[in-house]
């Protein structure tokens, strides 16, 4: 008696702590509920929040297929873990918390079973043509030299020239001349020997600048280049555009170079961004493209919660006006279930959606079952005349079988929904799963533990009342 | 018990409603949501006052010829189309908004190939067969003692028939009210299977007790009383997860409406099944088979 008595208080007071956990770590409702401030530990409990789902928290969601046919097939998943590395580095330019970049196989069952798929999931992002732009742009770096004078020069000017003549009459006059550049020849350094650029300020004039490190085999050419154009001029190319042409004051052999452009902070930053991602190694299609605007997730999020409370009290006045005792020990399980879930969607965490949401409200259904089941059997006991303990132990005894069989049936629907499904379903298939486990716990361990607890052994009319059901007498 | 004792009205209910469930789901087929053909949808706010729908409607048809248009309630519009690119995406926009002339917020946008639709859509299928397939082979294995007098095997088999009559139903009446088929629709109906088989176990497990406890000779008679014994619980049951779905109706977010409506018909359904269908099934199973002895 004691012994469960002592179990049943832990179980309360452990409820209770997690039921302040969750409150305190949503620390805008705890406000809201009770004023002030978290007086305990608000740095720690800050870092747990609900995870919302794109459908729930607004933002967008990207499906892109991935070109594979020119790479060789040995290849394929390098490649394609270079294309996540590249995207991921493009999305983070976006600064979004927790962007998410991760590939995707077609599935067999759809017959699509060799395409590869690439997801990037942008919470609170919607504005997505300019997503769409940065993710899929190729930007090319290129370094050029000043072109000698000489006959080749004066083609390419004059080509120049009778073009810009021609479009006067209309005429137009091409030549292959005009591919190139008068002033400046290209060179074999690319952006595909940069190592790393990153932004950098001025000592004197505060003003940003971008460094560029090359790799060994780069910085070998940028020094024999730099070597034979002392007291000449490097143009640096972006994206077929000139940015800046400095003059070579000497040899550079550390492989490292500056652009000082009349750049703002912020556009250094987003070049040194475009620079370090460089070009895609697999071309990619956009294939489905979803966007979920805030208002509309936090009104899907406000109308579950709503739901969920209504659904859940209904429950709760049912339990106890039909049930009773066992009603209201239920109420008080089922409590601490919702609590526990709770608990676990912070901590390990898993992204809510509106279906996960949905399988979770469906594991309460179940998780009142097996107290339904339980004070049923409890009650078959009680009419055959058995005492009040040895009922609520044979009640549980017999009901358990039932529980287990049917939360095993649920359990295995959840793992081959959690297999097959796409990822909506997926996310029914966790909470689902999750909360037939917690139920069965539930149930069994804080059912059981406090009814024992309550320490009624004796037959009274009085406990006979309570631990009977329904409107009828017995 | 009457249940068992009338059983063969029961059936004839069941297989009517199974019939009319087929033949909607031919005769009026499913309205396929975009996420299982391809398509897009777009859901845009008007900041000011919405244009005339009329003029909306004609300036869209002019680019988009298979558009669909329709308003949301008093300054929005909604819009379907064949799945766009990024580039149509916002030449959509632009005519919506008459080129920026009347200021809109996208609230939502939506676009998928018809590769992937068609992939979700096997996929649906290959999941609701497996999640059968896995059930049946479990209650065959949790049953495996209970070989007498018919074997583990026919329970599941009972259980499929009973599954598969509880999911063409709602789908019918789905199919007939012309509701959106998506993967919520999917994961409703999967949800249908998870209820009803709980359900369908615990009325079994009764019966499986009873045979072990010989509380009579007749298998009719301990179906009858396991119905019987487990009548109120599964009544209960369902109505406390049927009120937990008509407050997600009610109240709960406008994308899960269509999910409690078809959940809450399915529930209603699985448990009707349990107790008019499945159970008395066993039955009549017995009887064939003491009949072909």
């Known amino acids: 008696m004691l012994k469960h008595r002592l179990f049943a208080g832990t179980v309360l007071v452990l409820g209770i702590l997690v039921a302040y956990f969750v409150y305190a770590s949503e620390s805008k409702i705890y406000e809201k509920l009770f004023g002030g401030k978290i007086p305990y530990g608000r740095d720690i409990l800050a870092k747990f929040p609900f995870k919302l789902g794109l459908d729930l928290s607004g933002g967008s969601h990207l499906v892109y297929r991935a070109d594979l046919s020119q790479i060789k097939s040995g290849d394929t998943s390098d490649s394609l873990e270079a294309l996540r590395d590249v995207i991921e580095r493009r999305v983070n330019l976006f600064g979004v918390a927790e962007p998410i970049v991760q590939l995707e196989q077609g599935s067999i069952a759809g017959g699509t079973g060799n395409e590869q798929r690439l997801v990037v999931e942008l919470p609170g992002v919607t504005n997505v043509q300019e997503a769409i732009k940065t993710i899929g742009q190729t930007p090319t770096l290129e370094f050029k030299t000043e072109r000698p004078a000489g006959k080749e020069k004066d083609d390419i000017i004059k080509a120049y020239e009778d073009y810009q003549k021609s479009l006067k009459t209309g005429n137009l006059v091409f030549s292959p001349l005009l591919a190139q550049d008068p002033y400046f020849i290209d060179t074999p350094l690319t952006g595909r020997f940069l190592d790393h650029s990153l932004v950098e300020f001025d000592s004197t004039t505060r003003e940003p600048k971008v460094s560029l490190v090359f790799n060994a085999e780069g910085a070998k050419i940028f020094a024999e280049m730099t070597k034979v154009n002392v007291n000449k001029q490097i143009a640096i190319y972006l994206d077929r555009s000139a940015i800046t042409a400095p003059v070579v004051r000497e040899e550079i052999k550390d492989g490292k170079a500056v652009i000082s452009g009349n750049f703002t902070p912020q556009e250094a930053k987003l070049l040194v961004g475009r620079l370090n991602s460089g070009a895609l190694p697999v071309p990619i299609t956009l294939v489905s493209t979803q966007v979920i605007g805030a208002p509309l997730g936090e009104k899907a999020l406000r109308d579950g919660v709503y739901a969920g409370i209504i659904g859940l009290l209904a429950i709760a006045i049912f339990l106890v006006v039909w049930y009773r005792l066992p009603g209201v020990i239920a109420v008080v399980a089922l409590s601490i279930y919702v609590m526990i879930m709770l608990l676990v969607f912070k901590l390990i965490p898993i992204t809510l959606t509106a279906a996960g949401i949905a399988g979770f409200i469906l594991s309460i259904g179940m998780a009142v079952d097996a107290n339904i089941l339980i004070a049923e059997r409890t009650k078959e006991e009680l009419r055959q005349g058995k005492d009040i303990s040895t009922s609520i132990n044979e009640g549980f005894s017999r009901a358990w079988l039932s529980i287990r069989d049917s939360n095993i049936s649920s359990i295995i629907t959840g793992i081959i929904l959690f297999w097959f499904g796409s990822s909506l379903i997926e996310g029914f298939a966790l909470t689902f799963v999750l909360g037939v486990l917690v139920s069965m716990f539930s149930a069994i361990t804080v059912t059981r533990t406090f009814l024992k607890s309550l320490g009624i052994t004796s037959r009274t009319r009085l406990t006979a009342f309570l631990f009977s059901s329904g409107f009828h007498k017995n | ?293």
């Open chain 2, 1 to 293: 018990m009457f249940i068992v004792n009338y059983r063969k009205i029961f059936f004839t209910i069941s297989t009517v409603l199974v019939v009319l469930g087929i033949f909607s789901m031919f005769y009026f087929g499913f309205n396929a949501g975009i996420d299982f053909k391809g398509g897009a949808i777009i859901e845009v706010v008007y900041t000011n006052a919405r244009p005339d729908i009329l003029l909306i409607t004609d300036s869209v048809k002019k680019e988009f010829s298979d558009a669909h248009i329709q308003t949301v309630e008093d300054d929005g519009v909604f819009v379907r189309t064949r799945d766009l690119t990024d580039a149509e995406h916002t030449k959509l926009l632009n005519i919506i908004s008459f080129d920026g002339k009347n200021q809109i917020t996208e609230k939502r946008f939506n676009s998928i190939g018809p590769t992937i639709g068609k992939e979700l859509r096997s996929k649906a299928w290959y999941a609701i067969i497996a999640v059968i397939l896995g059930i049946v082979l479990f209650i065959a294995f949790a049953f495996r003692r209970v070989a007498k007098p018919i074997s583990s095997w026919k329970y599941g088999l009972i259980t499929t028939l009973a599954l598969v009559h509880d999911i063409i139903i709602p789908a019918g009446i789905f199919a007939y009210l012309g509701k959106e088929v998506n993967s919520l629709f999917v994961v409703a109906l999967l949800s249908i299977l998870g209820i009803s088989v709980h359900d369908k176990i615990v009325v079994f497990d009764r019966v499986r007790e009873n045979l072990k406890l010989k509380i009579s000779n007749s298998f009719e008679e301990i179906v009858g009383k396991s119905l019987e014994q487990t009548f109120t619980r599964s009544v209960n049951t369902s109505l406390t997860i049927l009120v937990v779905l008509f407050a997600l109706w009610y109240a709960g977010p406008a994308t899960t409406k269509d999910f409690a409506l078809l959940l809450f018909t399915g529930v209603f359904i699985g448990t009707y099944s349990s107790v008019f269908f499945a159970t008395p099934l066993l039955v009549t199973l017995e009887r064939w088979q003491s009949k072909n002895k």
